[in-house]
């Protein structure tokens, strides 16, 4: 596609028209780190005991304390069993009080919480006991619904565009987050929240495409970078909302109707220029360039235009060319695993955030304000050593703190702390790296695709993630030490992938990796510096100091 890279160019790379893309993808990332978190705070433990109401019909004289004590049984500590219950008997409350209750059953008719408890999810829906595991199942249907959000919403992008794709997610995410709000039954919660999900990855994925594609190649990092550092932006808030609206119904109300204020604003959303012309909409294509231009101050020369013309038809591109050529194979197996450990690490800690010992809303805050300075380090790491050497290093670092928890008594709740808040940063900063390096190793024609196939793999993560953390009944490392094995390898393959810093995006699947050959010639000062890029017999040429 040789003339679309240097129209973006001249329209501007990062001017009123890109600024405002990147504007509008801020309420989006604030709103999703709140569907990927909420739950957590949804389902916050509270005392609780067996309904034994069954004692009033021959005691109804009875105080609460006696009726407990006759009841329920105790632990060790003396405290009263929240799970077991003395079965019920026909006799009378004197034979009761003189000969006591021995056989025990578990709770048969509902629990009791502390009347002073605001509604949450666990008291409405009794996620306590043999239904606690509900909470699991429900956190891993909501990856599942991101898998499939990337699956469908990946494709969906490639075949329709990537603006129509956006909408239809923005709407889903808010009519389902406030119904979520209204459901009367768990399961029909666990179906929304599976909804959700799904938009969530295709509002994630889309965004990213529009700001690869319209966003000049040096300031491609910063536009991605900054909605992550919304999304951690997004989890402090959580934090706050969370603790100032303990019902969860209001709470659920509160997060998801700002979606909906996108729709006043969804004039400045574009068509990517870019897929535009994979798909032979040329003129249409143009009008997008000049409205960037018009609007950024700049003017694109008529003959720069005009070299669009010169395109024949764009090949499509299926996801099978990921499997099919070797080059991007290789791309693709990496990649996919980079991104499935990088889930793992990263949900593994988010959502383990109430087993650390310190109270949870500072945890979260910690683990949002965090995320900050990981996502901001990153550009500069980015910048300082290219794309490869910075995956790959984050993912080591993540899974060595993993490691190193394995050893950390359950005594010592600030030290496990801070070192998961270490983790956390550092697997925040690969996410944001993957999301940029993945963009730039997968040709225009199936980037989407090839985006959303990682995306996927790491969803599958996202789904195993919090269930993997069942397998601390059999030995409190377990989990950990998963996590951070895993880590460390999908860190090392990285190192096997091709270095994209500096080098134009391919936009066909033809030919090998792009490869960027810097020549510095000491004779002429107009000729140092300059870098050309190779892609399948296309030449690019840019100065050095324009890239990353």
């Not at 006991?129 to 891993?140: A, E, G, H």
């Not at 956006?166 to 599976?194: K, M, N, Q, T």
């Not at 949870?360 to 050593?385: D, K, N, S």
């Not at 059999?474 to 080098?503: D, K, S």
Request: hydrophobic residues 45%; glycine residues 8%.
């Amino acid at each position: 596609m040789s003339g679309i890279g240097e129209n973006l160019k001249a329209a501007g790379e990062f001017g009123p028209f890109q600024r405002r893309l990147v504007l509008f993808s801020l309420l989006p990332s604030l709103c999703l780190a709140f569907h990927q978190f909420c739950q957590l705070f949804m389902v916050v433990d509270v005392p609780h005991y067996c309904n034994t109401d069954w004692i009033r019909a021959v005691g109804p004289n009875l105080t609460e304390e006696e009726q407990l004590n006759l009841t329920l049984p105790r632990d060790a500590d003396g405290e009263y069993e929240q799970c077991t219950m003395y079965s019920p008997v026909d006799w009378d409350l004197d034979s009761i009080r003189a000969y006591g209750l021995n056989a025990t059953e578990k709770c048969s008719s509902g629990w009791v919480y502390p009347t002073a408890q605001q509604p949450s999810l666990l008291t409405e829906f009794d996620l306590v006991c043999d239904r606690k595991n509900l909470n699991d199942i429900s956190q891993s249907i909501y990856m599942l619904g991101m898998f499939l959000g990337a699956m469908i919403f990946g494709l969906l992008s490639d075949r329709f565009g990537r603006r129509p794709t956006l909408l239809i997610s923005i709407l889903l995410e808010g009519l389902f987050g406030i119904g979520i709000a209204l459901v009367p039954h768990f399961y029909v919660y666990l179906a929304f929240r599976c909804v959700v999900g799904a938009s969530v990855s295709g509002i994630m994925m889309t965004l990213l495409a529009l700001a690869t594609e319209w966003v000049g190649v040096s300031y491609r990092p910063q536009a991605v970078l900054l909605s992550h550092c919304c999304f951690a932006a997004g989890q402090m808030i959580l934090a706050g909302l969370s603790y100032g609206i303990p019902n969860w119904r209001l709470l659920q109300l509160v997060g998801s109707a700002p979606i909906f204020l996108l729709f006043l604003f969804i004039w400045v959303l574009p068509e990517s220029a870019r897929w535009l012309m994979t798909r032979g909409k040329i003129e249409e294509a143009k009008n997008y360039l000049k409205k960037a231009a018009a609007i950024n101050k700049r003017t694109i020369p008529p003959e720069l235009l005009d070299q669009l013309k010169c395109e024949a038809q764009t090949k499509s591109g299926s996801i099978l060319d990921l499997l099919r050529k070797k080059h991007l194979l290789k791309v693709t197996l990496v990649m996919a695993c980079a991104w499935f450990v990088n889930s793992l690490v990263y949900y593994g800690l988010s959502l383990n955030v109430t087993n650390f010992g310190l109270d949870i809303y500072l945890t979260q805050l910690a683990f949002g304000a965090v995320e900050i300075p990981g996502r901001v380090g990153c550009i500069f790491m980015l910048h300082w050593f290219g794309r490869r050497k910075p995956q790959g290093g984050f993912l080591l670092l993540s899974g060595l703190v993993c490691l190193i928890l394995t050893a950390i008594p359950e005594d010592q709740p600030v030290v496990k702390t801070v070192l998961a808040t270490i983790g956390k940063l550092t697997a925040s900063a690969s996410f944001s790296s993957a999301y940029v390096y993945t963009a730039e190793l997968f040709p225009t024609i199936i980037r989407q695709s090839g985006v959303g196939l990682c995306s996927m793999i790491a969803r599958v993560a996202g789904i195993i993630a919090p269930l993997i953390l069942l397998l601390e009944q059999y030995h409190r490392a377990i989990p950990m030490a998963i996590y951070g094995g895993t880590t460390v390898l999908g860190g090392l393959l990285c190192f096997l992938l091709p270095e994209t810093r500096g080098v134009e995006l391919a936009d066909g699947t033809e030919g090998g990796q792009p490869t960027a050959v810097v020549h510095e010639n000491s004779s002429s000062g107009s000729e140092k510096g300059h870098v050309k890029v190779k892609d399948g017999g296309r030449v690019n040429e840019d100065t050095k100091n324009t890239y990353f």
